[in-house]
T-cell receptor, first 112, second 112 residues
Framework: DAGVTQSPTHLIKTRGQQVTLRCSPI?????VSWYQQVLGQGPQFIFQYYEKEERGRGNFPDRFSARQFPNYSSELNVNALLLGDSALYLCASSLAPNGELFFGEGSRLTVL | SQQGEEDPQALSIQEGENATMNCSYKTSINNLQWYRQNSGRGLVHLIL?????REKHSGRLRVTLDTSKKSSSLLITASRAADTASYFC????????????FGKGITLSVRP
């Protein structure tokens, strides 16, 4: 069975640009969460979506947005990129909002 | 903000020895989880312990939870070189669904 898949795996952007990251959850999982992991730190919660509705939002600026589609896949969008947005962006899926999280391999974003 | 604080920050042991990692947290929790991450890749869920549990085992892993001290420990017995990775504790605060709050992690090196 396929695990959580994320794309792209690596990308390089310049300051001010916009980026969209994609996540496909494990089949049957209806909840998707996004985390940002800066080098040397633990992951920080950005968003959780369940059944296409936002269930939680972390302490991130409005430049960060996300959505979940009818097939439960999700996109994370970041506008007006800053150097500090360089990080590994992790997507995790679960059967339900309180369920065990299964993480993808992440999308590594570098902002120059 | 980081809820969990792992201790030590780095640990180096010989293959076959036991590794003990500690985690402290600040607020009341629904459960506490331990994850492993290999060199900037995705996180792998190791074990979950609920707030009403005191000890849990999974293979070579043993986790304890002391809610009165707001602390947890992860013991890896008979360590192997393949256990070399970063280990994170993550808490689900009471009432926060599956929003995980991670610590900064412990870097474990197991020398062959």
């Amino acid at each position: 069975d396929a695990g959580v898949t994320q794309s792209p795996t690596h990308l390089i952007k310049t300051r001010g640009q916009q980026v969209t990251l994609r996540c496909s959850p494990i089949s049957g999982h209806k909840s998707v969460s996004w985390y940002q992991q800066v080098l040397g730190q633990g992951p920080q919660f950005i968003f959780q979506y369940y059944e296409k509705e936002e269930r939680g939002r972390g302490n991130f600026p409005d430049r960060f947005s996300a959505r979940q589609f009818p097939n439960y896949s999700s996109e994370l969008n970041v506008n007006a990129l800053l150097l500090g947005d360089s990080a590994l962006y992790l997507c995790a899926s679960s059967l339900a909002p309180n369920g065990e999280l299964f993480f993808g391999e992440g999308s590594r974003l570098t902002v120059l | 903000s980081q809820q969990g604080e792992e201790d030590p920050q780095a640990l180096s042991i010989q293959e076959g020895e036991n590794a003990t990692m500690n985690c402290s947290y600040k607020t009341s929790i629904n459960n506490l989880q331990w994850y492993r991450q290999n060199s900037g890749r995705g996180l792998v869920h190791l074990i979950l312990i609920r707030s009403n549990e005191r000890e849990k085992h999974s293979g070579r892993l043993r986790v304890t939870l002391d809610t009165s001290k707001k602390s947890s420990s992860l013991l890896i017995t008979a360590s192997r070189a393949a256990d070399t990775a970063s280990y994170f504790c993550a808490t689900v605060p009471t009432g926060a669904n599956s929003k995980l709050t991670f610590g900064k992690g412990i870097t474990l090196s197991v020398r062959p």
